[in-house]
């Protein structure tokens, strides 16, 4: 059976009060309207086996919404102790922001949230989902370092896609597409300033009834 690596995330070190100024700061924050250790880290995982798509890229913790979930912020817990063991009482969720969609039309919702403990998490990735976890600094998706870009084209729509090399562990990585684009965008509203780079993401409409074909990141 397949397995991946998981990326936590990002991370920022601030302190307790800084982190429940940002919380408080982040509940406050409405994402723009879709077309009709004390570090803010970003886990993330490199997945092989559960969602074949994927298989050794470095994503985000996170699945598709199930009959039991009550929200978005429940099915990206959820998934995140099903594929990292990451405890929901040790995240703080704050904020969700607008939805990306996949280059395999999957509508996907990333939600943040602030690992209130991080000595108390203690990764268990799933063997058949994850191969490793591990974090990166969230403000590095707001450098012009360590990046590289392309230019493409789909659905008639003209967009960069990044790539950002980081080494951890002696090991190294390649966080870069939807991954990259999401975090790149947590980050400008966490630092609250926008990239060092020009972004230009891609420009989609999405239907309005969320179905099983939403993500939860």
């Not at 429940?20 to 570090?39: E, T």
Request: proline share 6%.
């Amino acid at each position: 059976m397949a397995s991946s690596t998981s990326l936590n995330g990002g991370s920022v070190s601030f302190s307790s009060q800084r982190l429940s100024n940002l919380a408080q700061q982040l509940r406050h924050y409405k994402h723009p309207p879709c077309s009709l250790d004390d570090a803010e880290e970003q886990i993330m995982e490199e997945t092989a086996g559960k969602v074949v798509t994927q298989v050794g890229e470095v994503s985000l913790p996170g699945g598709k919404a199930e009959e039991g979930d009550k929200d978005d912020c429940d099915t990206a817990t959820r998934e995140a102790k099903e594929e990292i063991g990451l405890d929901p009482s040790l995240v703080n969720v704050v904020t969700v922001l607008e939805p990306f969609l996949s280059k395999h039309l999957l509508r996907v919702v990333p939600v943040i949230g602030i690992l209130t403990d991080k000595k108390a998490f203690k990764p268990t990735p799933n063997p058949a989902e994850v191969d490793a976890v591990f974090d990166a600094p969230l403000e590095m998706f707001l450098k012009d370092e360590n990046r590289r870009v392309e230019e493409r084209e789909w659905m008639g729509e003209k967009y960069l896609l990044h790539s950002f090399d980081y080494e951890t562990e002696n090991k190294k990585y390649v966080i870069w597409g939807l991954t990259a684009g999401v975090l790149i965008r947590a980050a400008s509203v966490v630092y609250q300033r926008p990239p060092a780079f020009l972004e230009q993401s891609p420009k989609f409409k999405f239907p309005r009834v969320v179905d099983n074909n939403t993500v939860m990141r």
